[in-house]
């Protein structure tokens, strides 16, 4: 005689899905903390920006090569390159085939983010921006205290953004 009926069930029940769908949103927001989604956009952008300094630098190189001159020589007198006198530049190495013709139209929310110095006395430029991630401010070469990439952080670690830090450049020279 049975005393007791041993039934067999297929499946889960009820109380295994919820726990299962709990460990998952529990590992999904570990997961999504530790990406951080912002940092990386602002890794994405300072790659972008990057980049323009990369084209804005070679492309000065290439224009001073070619006309022994720099491309705001004779329109600009301050060493310091940004705004409309930047503009000017950026046209003189599209007008000299240095740049593509679409560059600025492509370009134009960030151009304002790059820095550009030079000196006829010298014959130097300097193509500089100001990262935003933290990876990209933790660069060996983000180590210049100003826009013109003249000044650069002996301290070595307070080139980051935030209270109490310095702001500093990523440069090429």
Known sequence: MKLFSVRKSRGFTLIELLIVIALLGALAVGLIGAIDPFE???KGADTGTRDIV???QTAIIRYYSVKNAFPWTGQVSAENLSGAN???AISNMV???ELKSDFTTLQRGNLGKVFVTGGSADNSAVACYMPTSKS???DPN???TDATGATEDTAGDTCK???GQIDCYWCIR
């Open 40 to 42: 990386q956009l602002k």
């Open 54 to 56: 990369n084209q804005v």
């Open 86 to 88: 930047m503009v000017i």
């Open 95 to 97: 007008t000299a085939g």
């Open 136 to 138: 990209f401010q933790a």
């Open 142 to 144: 983000t180590k210049y």
């Open 161 to 163: 953004s935030g209270t």
